[in-house]
């Protein structure tokens, strides 16, 4: 699991670092820099693991450098044997765009031994990669569930914003991957939505501007199955809790699924009384698929919902010069209330009996200003 993040000179990001928990809150205003953090790990996961790193890279991402000379990204992790892996002082120069700085690109071990790189500077190391595989910043978007969708694409991993899920599912139909995921993704179906036992993609027309836009695909259209009342439901009958919960599925059960999952606002697009089941069934994911968690949220509601785990909400803040500050609720916040106030002899603040209220009206920060 990821532990620890410390980011130099990314956008926003002067100078941050985050302590990570299983599941994790970013919180804060637009423009804050939640989603700047993700991007920073989207960054590490191509930059430094991948395999090439295109001039169009370069020039999207070195560009955002703050006026330094370098950009610095650290990660620890915690493994099952209780060993903590060091990366640090993952260094982009500035002024060779796109270099990296292979004597301080290493990878620390306890024992301090140092992993070796790829003829092209890139860490080379399989734990890293199972770590940060598939990573990507998931939009999961109900909306664009339900039109008829491509096929034929050979879509093994579903994108960013989910829009692929018809082709993927049907790409997963096939006998290499019906049992090992597209079975198994209709049995956490079922776990999670009682109502529906068994996904359906059947043949449906295109509309003419989808024909435009795919000229060489057929198209199928996604549905869902209650077979004790042998109704199928399909996608713009469904609710869009129900479509994120099977977009989501699909995330966690592709064939290279996220040890990482970053998520930007779930509860957008879905009904307020549905954002307590999403985050719920969120919670369930991380402790079954053993995944860690990164979503960012602008959702009282949300923010609500990790009143028992402080320690895992990230306040996000911008300083005078436009530089990202990042406070954690437990260390930052309640811990030195609760001091002050003892040393007053006065009643702590009890920020976690109402936490979505507390953030809103600006008591624990991260609020427009």
């Known amino acids: 699991m990821l532990k620890r993040v410390s980011i130099q000179n990314f956008k926003s ?15 804060g205003p637009n423009n804050s820099g939640k989603t700047n953090f993700l991007k920073a790990l989207e960054f590490f996961d191509y ?39 060091f990366l640090r002082e993952i260094v982009f120069s500035n002024t060779q765009p796109g270099v990296i700085d292979t004597k301080s690109s290493q990878l620390i071990t306890k024992d301090g031994i140092e992993i070796a790189k790829n003829d092209q500077g890139y860490l080379d190391n399989p734990f890293l990669r199972r770590q940060l595989s598939s990573l990507r910043i998931y939009r999961p978007d109900p909306n664009k569930l339900t039109q008829p969708g491509p096929v034929g694409t050979g879509a ?18 096939g006998n290499k991957y019906r049992k090992s995921v597209f079975n198994r993704i209709e049995t956490d179906l079922q776990t999670c939505v009682p109502e529906f036992d068994e996904i359906n993609i059947d043949d449906e027309s295109p509309t003419e501007e989808l024909k435009r836009l795919f000229p060489n695909n057929s198209f199928k259209r ?17 609710s869009e809790g129900t479509l994120y919960f099977l977009a ?33 069934f969120i919670f369930r994911l991380a402790e079954e698929k053993d995944i860690q968690v990164i979503l960012t949220t602008h959702s009282p509601l949300v ?6 785990m ?54 624990l920060g991260g609020v427009p200003k």
Not at 15 to 24: H, R
Not at 315 to 322: L, M, N, R
């Open 47 to 85: 930059a430094v693991l991948g395999d090439s790193f295109t001039a169009e890279q370069r020039s999207r991402d070195f560009r955002f450098m703050r006026s330094a000379d370098f950009l610095s990204i650290g990660l620890a992790f915690q493994r099952q044997d209780e060993e903590l892996l």
């Open 156 to 173: 093994e991993m579903v994108s960013a914003d989910a829009s692929n899920l018809i082709g993927f599912l049907d790409r997963m139909l």
């Open 310 to 363: 402080p320690e895992s909400v990230f306040i996000f803040d911008k300083d005078d010069e436009g530089a990202t500050r990042v406070k954690n609720l437990q260390r930052d916040v309640i811990e030195p209330e609760t001091v002050k106030s003892e040393e007053l002899g006065i009643e702590p603040p009890h920020y976690t009996d109402s936490l979505g209220d507390a953030w809103t009206v600006g008591f």
């Open 222 to 238: 996604l549905g869902l199955t209650n077979s004790k009342q042998d109704i199928t439901y399909w996608a713009d009958e469904l």
């Open 303 to 308: 923010v609500d919902m990790f009143k028992d």
């Open 13 to 27: 990001l002067k100078d941050v670092t985050l302590d990570l928990q299983k599941v994790n809150l970013l919180i």
């Open 248 to 280: 989501l599925l699909c995330i966690i059960n592709q064939p290279n699924p996220p040890k990482l999952l970053l998520l930007e606002e779930p509860e957008k697009g879905i009904h307020p009384r549905r954002i307590f089941e999403v985050i719920q």
